[in-house]
DNA sequence: ATTTTTACTTATCGATCGATAAATAACATT
DNA sequence: AATGTTATTTATCGATCGATAAGTAAAAAT
């Protein structure tokens, strides 16, 4: 393929004559991690050290010095992207109680699919909970009890719901339910590639639409199958 | 791990002294295929031939001489799982116009969801649309003209609305988002493997009921709008 | 009973993988 | 300018992968 007389040179996965600049090590492991994080996301985390240390142009086992073995740099991909770019603003936007429900939902929804909706969030994100690593189950963890409890709990409010009891399992998976259909059009999108002939603003607008609309009613009953259950206990 | 002698054996995966039973081809085939599904579920396609082939008691090369490829061996993985499980009374359940648009929604999504929340499917399904084969793809676009769009067509008359003209981007959209809802129950029970406190039926009935009960004004606004751009076009 | 067919195994190749040890050269310290 | 530190490369190991060629034995055909 290339004309390189040396085969071991090719074995190794070797680039040509090393450039030798010396970088700093914190540069580097951003740096690392920022390949790594493009790369995991093309190929899944199946790509080859040797792949990314050509793309880094570097050689495979510097990539050894920084991190100790391939799960540990799979491990700061992980922080990186989910830990790291997780916004605080997201739940405060959620309960600030001067804004109507709506209003604030879709804003929430803008924002967090323009954060998520990413090959590199979603991608990397499928490879994990395909792997089994807990990553999935601690965002989700995160994503109920950060967003979903305090969109219920608001939401119920907006309706003249109930008070400030706990969220109920039924009433959380309902919002489940929307931030799926948000979620999968971004898989759609991104993971399958479709074309897709409406808009982000306007699906979600449309759903969240949809969602506030119809949702009244069924908190209404959950909450009185709720006191219901009490009273017969 | 076992006690056998021969390094080699361990090398090559060989199980131990064959058992040399001779099978059909058409068996051999039906079961090299269900037990690559197994094993794909849990591993994904990087799952090795000789594993396979351990599960099976025979040797790897016999693989091959039933699929040219590995590759072909994943296709024929495909077409059980997607194209042999297909229901076509999906289709003609939803059109049945003698039963109320709820009922024959919350039993395709029952019947549905009974038939892909296993994880041989939604694993799988989900491997290949990593790996960027066409699957998905055609997956989806027969949801979509198989069950969106006569769900579309029976919901929209079940409001009143509109006549056959064929369901415009934005009304489909709508529908994904509650397919897409349902499916991601399906992703976190299965492959996240939450605990799910709400069991499948009321999930599928909660999440229905919100959406009809929502989607009647929001259907109605963009029938309107169509007709609006259709006048001034 | 002998021959033919073919399902199945043994053995092995070449490529690629993650990881380690040792050599080298760029930078910092004095 | 000489020395020390360490970022980086070279070389290589052992395991595992998909795939192929050649041998073996079970069943079918005669």
Known sequence: M???????????????????????PEDRHREFVRKAIELFAEV?????????AQRL???????????PSKDDLIAAVYQEIYVNRW???????LMDDSRPIRERIIAFYEDYTHTIFTPEWIRIYIF???????INRRYAATVETEILRPITLATRQSFGLGGAEPPSPQEVELFW???GGIFYYGVREIVYQFPMPVDRPTMIRNAV???LTGVGPVLKRLADQETKDNSTR
Do not use: H, I, M
């Open 57 to 67: 142009g570097v050689t495979q086992p510097l990539l050894y010095r920084y991190f």
């Open 128 to 134: 994990a909970g395909l792997r089994g690593v807990d």
């Open 44 to 52: 899944g985390f199946e790509a080859g050290t040797r792949e990314l």
């Open 87 to 93: 916004k605080s603003e997201w739940r405060e936007g």
């Open 209 to 211: 639409d949809t969602f």
């Open 177 to 179: 339910t929307l931030q």
């Open 2 to 24: 290339d004309g390189s007389s040396s085969p071991s040179a090719e074995a190794t996965g070797t680039v040509r004559a090393a450039r030798r600049t010396r970088n700093k």
